[in-house]
């Protein structure tokens, strides 16, 4: 089993930027590949992000390219989202989730663990 320990969601004007964490624990060696994903009130989980804890290979969803960056510490287990130029549009409930498959997956249902989420909140 993997656990996943989302946190650093909040509230922040449009235009802003926030971080957030992702700490895995457990059977960590069996997660190969971590992604993002975000679901907004009454819509379907949507994909933000992926990353390979191997060589740092991301893939992003064209909503957030050029905004969002993910990056990893191998050595804390901890994956980041920081999430720059906000907009409200970006409110949402957003989760990391990992894999153990080694392909950059965009759909939930590829994802073996899933964290908590933190809620992100963008005022207009």
């Known amino acids: 089993q993997v656990q996943l320990v989302e946190s650093g969601g909040g509230l922040v004007q449009a235009g802003g930027s926030l971080r957030v964490s992702c700490v895995a624990s457990?059977?960590?060696?069996?997660?190969?590949?971590m992604g993002w994903f975000r679901q907004a009130p009454g819509k379907e989980r949507e994909f933000v992000g992926t990353?390979?804890?191997?060589?740092?290979?991301?893939y992003y969803a064209d909503s957030v390219k050029g905004r969002f960056t993910i990056s990893r510490d191998n050595a804390k287990n901890t994956v980041y989202l920081q999430m720059n130029s906000l907009k409200p549009e970006d409110t949402a409930v957003y989760y990391c989730?990992?894999?153990?498959?080694?392909?950059?997956?965009?759909?939930?249902?590829?994802?073996?663990?899933w964290g908590q989420g933190t809620q992100v909140t963008v005022s207009s």
């Open positions: 989730a990992a894999r153990t498959g080694s392909g950059l997956a965009t759909i939930p249902k590829e994802y073996n663990y």
């Open positions: 457990g059977r960590t060696f069996s997660s190969r590949v």
């Open positions: 990353i390979r804890w191997t060589g740092g290979s991301t």
